[in-house]
């Protein structure tokens, strides 16, 4: 499975989703910006990212510029792309749509998208000062994530 998207601050039930099947030994990646356009949102995804990245998806981060994709492509035959990201406000309050496109073809096509942003990323557990951060770091990104629902 592999995810691209600007804003991640999954709900719940996505985040357990997404650690369930890395830790079943799925190949779960996930691709965000390095630099968001939003401070805020950047510091609040930072613990999810974490906590997606100890369970066994493997999170890069975008080098690129800002990354403003959203797509997912599963089992290189059913993909999506779209408007919505993974984020509660796209979940629960927005408006937002995805085209689903069932079939290998546009499937690899996608992933071939992905591959192509990953290849200009770097992974997540390359950096332990965002891997390990200290305690008051923790702490500022553990308050801000209270806020995740509100964004």
């Not at 993974?86 to 979940?91: I, N, P």
Request: hydrophobic share 45%; charged share 25%; glycine share 6%.
């Amino acid at each position: 499975m592999f995810i691209e998207t600007p804003y991640f601050l999954p709900t719940d039930p996505v985040l357990f989703a997404l650690k369930t099947v890395a830790v079943a030994g799925v190949d779960v990646r996930l691709l965000v910006p390095k630099k968001n356009d939003s401070w805020f949102v950047d510091w609040a995804g930072r613990s999810y990212l974490r906590e997606a990245e100890e369970a066994g998806v493997k999170v890069s981060l975008y080098e690129g510029g800002f990354l403003h994709s959203k797509l997912m492509v599963c089992d290189d035959s059913i993909s999506t792309c779209g408007s919505t990201n993974v984020d509660f406000r796209s979940f629960e309050n927005n408006f937002e749509a995805n085209a689903f496109f069932y079939g290998g073809k546009t499937a690899l096509q996608m992933k071939q998208v992905f591959l192509d942003d990953e290849a200009q990323s770097v992974q997540l557990s390359s950096l332990p000062e965002r891997m390990n951060p200290k305690f008051m770091v923790r702490l500022f990104e553990s308050l801000i994530r209270l806020l995740a629902p509100l964004m």
